[in-house]
Each structure stands twice: as structure tokens, then as C-alpha cells.
């Protein structure tokens, strides 16, 4: 089983920063992907950025040039670095991460999330 927690959240003015991390815990086996996706009040999730275990990134259209998502191997933490925020940019982030099992089978893994509030 993994756990994670996220952590960062909260309240910011429009054009401000903020880093999201995603603490990673439990038995790992080999992870596929890691990801930020968001909810928004009344709309489905959908993914921000997402992060192989390659190294190759992924990003919305949204987020293209205003967020940053990265990985800290050693310390099985993910972070988002978010900047230029805007109103529209408020949501609950969960963290997300593909866990490639012995066997093959990918299974998903999913934090409890941390509130975004851009807000003047």
C-alpha cells in the first residue's frame, strides 16, 4: 500500500507562488508516473502535469510556462512549483502516482488533497 500527502496549499493573491509537495510513502515497486491533477467546485478533475519515470514531463495547456513539476528520487517526494497564479487556478491538487506492480498491472495511487485559493 502507498500513502501519500500532499502539503503547500492555500490561500494566494492572483500573480503569486506557490510550491506543492507530495510525500510518498509504503511499499513502491516501480513507479511508472507521478502527477498533479485539480478539481475545481462543480467540475471534473483533470490533470495539470505529470512527471515519467524517465524524467520526460507533461504539462496542460494551462499550465505550460507558469508551472513546474519535479521530482526529489531520493526522498520519493513530488513537488509543483506554481507561479503566476490565477483566480481560474483554484482547486483542490491531488497527487497522483502509477505504481508498475511485479506482475505488470499498473495501479493508481491517490492523496487526500490540498486546497488552492487565488484569491484578492
Known amino acids: 500500500q502507498v500513502q501519500l500527502v500532499e502539503s503547500g496549499g492555500g490561500l494566494v493573491q492572483p500573480g503569486g507562488s506557490l510550491r506543492l509537495s507530495c510525500a510518498a510513502s509504503?511499499?513502491?515497486?516501480?513507479?511508472?508516473?507521478m502527477g498533479w491533477y485539480r478539481q475545481a467546485p462543480g467540475k471534473q478533475r483533470e490533470s495539470v502535469a505529470t512527471?515519467?519515470?524517465?524524467?520526460?514531463?507533461n504539462y496542460a495547456d494551462s499550465a505550460k510556462g507558469r508551472f513546474t513539476i519535479s521530482r526529489d528520487n531520493a526522498k520519493n517526494t513530488l513537488y509543483l512549483q506554481m507561479s503566476s497564479l490565477k483566480p481560474e487556478d483554484t482547486a483542490v491538487y491531488y497527487c497522483?502516482?502509477?505504481?508498475?506492480?511485479?506482475?505488470?498491472?499498473?495501479?493508481?495511487?491517490w492523496g487526500q488533497g490540498t486546497q488552492v485559493t487565488v484569491s484578492s
Open positions: 512527471i515519467y519515470s524517465a524524467g520526460s514531463t
Open positions: 497522483n502516482l502509477v505504481d508498475t506492480l511485479p506482475w505488470g498491472k499498473t495501479v493508481d495511487y
Open positions: 509504503g511499499t513502491i515497486f516501480s513507479i511508472y508516473a
